[in-house]
């Protein structure tokens, strides 16, 4: 469908409108905790919601509008929701490195490990010289119970950045599930936990 040069315009104004409230307020990978939204922020996120859903109103292709309405969802905790979003950017831009990892870390967040495997790998295909993404594969590996191929990939991303602190947390949580031979949690949070209770054993 072509859009008329008044649909142009107003799909650009929701888009930069949208962007410019979420700008600063979802997770990043420079920023990757944030609190919890209050109320005021979570009306100013919504609203930004509203605007982005007129933009895929008026262009159904727009995967950025997409990937944002994942990171607003991902800021307001509901992972599963997110990575809906996620996907559906994916299946319009496979060859965007980030969307493939938030999928990949939202399916983490809630115990989907066939599906954060499948896009944390597309991601490491997209970038493989960023030892992030392998940091990201690895953990996906961790979390379904595959050490050997997790012990692979975390070896991957120290190669690229051995300086990496998140790469060397993960590489110690896969030692000690080799060594000690138990079932890792299935989750990221759940993971987390353990890690904390159990990180000196």
Known sequence: ????????????????????????EILIHERPQLPKPGWL??????????????????????WPAMW??????????????????????YQINP????????ASLCAMEIGRQD????????????????????????LAYLLANRISEAQTSIDNALAADPADKISQSIKSAIQHFATNGGT??????????????????
């Open 1 to 24: 469908m072509q859009l008329t040069e008044q649909q142009i315009l107003e799909h650009n104004k929701c888009f930069e409108e949208a962007t410019a409230i979420v700008k600063g």
């Open 41 to 62: 922020l979570r009306r100013k996120l919504n609203q930004a919601l509203s605007l982005l859903e007129r933009v895929l109103e008026l262009n159904p292709d727009n």
């Open 68 to 89: 944002n309405i994942g990171k607003i969802q991902q800021r307001f905790g509901d992972n599963a929701v997110a990575l809906s979003w996620f996907e559906r950017a």
């Open 95 to 102: 060859s965007q490195p980030d969307v493939a990892r938030e």
């Open 115 to 138: 599906a954060a495997i499948i896009f944390a790998h597309r991601s490491v295909q997209i970038e493989p010289s960023n030892g992030g993404r392998h940091a990201n594969l690895a």
């Open 184 to 201: 890792p949690p299935t989750t990221a949070p759940a993971l987390l936990n353990y890690w904390h209770k159990n990180r000196a054993a």
